[in-house]
């Protein structure tokens, strides 16, 4: 399961097979400088190799991401990129679970309004 800025991508997927490009578009990290989709389809249910690639991709997802939270702290703009991020990351599940809107309403952000 590789992390991207749209959600959870499960390589494993049937979908994939075909698809010749990297996990993400623009990443700079080893693995999609070097692999496909489709190659890391192909290896992931064969090749523990793919599973350490796609560990990769994740540590360098997760700290870019870590990144431009920073960022945003320093610019007094947390709770709106926050926001926008949780919106687009629980979009395809149908919305953002209670349980996130509740932890982040503890800290003072509101998601209704992000």
Known sequence: T????????QLRNARYELDFRPI?????CPCCRQYTRAMLHSMV???TVACHLVTLHNV????QLMASLREAIRQDCFPEVAG?????LHASEGGIPGWVHEAMASVGIDLQSA
Do not use: F, S, V
């Open 60 to 63: 360098h997802y997760q700290l």
């Open 2 to 9: 590789a992390l991207t800025p749209d959600g959870l991508m």
């Open 45 to 47: 249910t064969r090749e």
């Open 84 to 88: 926008k991020l949780l919106h687009r």
């Open 24 to 28: 993400q578009e623009n990443c700079e």
